[in-house]
């Protein structure tokens, strides 16, 4: 079965930085996108950053200039650089992937990592 396992996360405070990676592993025919939606406490899953198998980049407006994606595709791995953090940015963040698991797959479907906290201290 398909797995995307994050590392990374952690308490920081306010103009600081992190680094979050995920790695999917498993039976995998190809990868058509990996990114990263976070979910703060009464607020609902948000998009944070997309990345495709061809290198085009989607970034949520609140992160443009500040967050940095980007993918190995031959290791099935994305991370997402995280500079000059906010307490806004405060959520639980989750790698994303729509993939094929074999090549007579019609589309994509999504998978979900578990999750990692990212708290940042005013």
Known sequence: QVQLVE??????????SLRL?????GRIFSI???GWYRQAPGKQRELVATVI?????????????????????AKNTVSLQMNSLEPEDTAVY??????????YDSYSNP???QGTQVTVSS
């Open 32 to 34: 058509n996108a990996m």
């Open 7 to 16: 590392s990374g996360g952690g308490l920081v405070q306010a103009g600081g």
């Open 53 to 73: 198998t061809g290198g085009s980049t989607n970034y949520a407006d609140s992160v443009k200039g500040r967050f940095t994606i980007s993918r190995d595709n």
């Open 21 to 25: 990676s995920c790695a999917a592993s």
């Open 111 to 113: 998978y979900w990592g």
């Open 94 to 103: 989750y790698c994303h992937a729509n993939l094929r698991t074999t090549w």
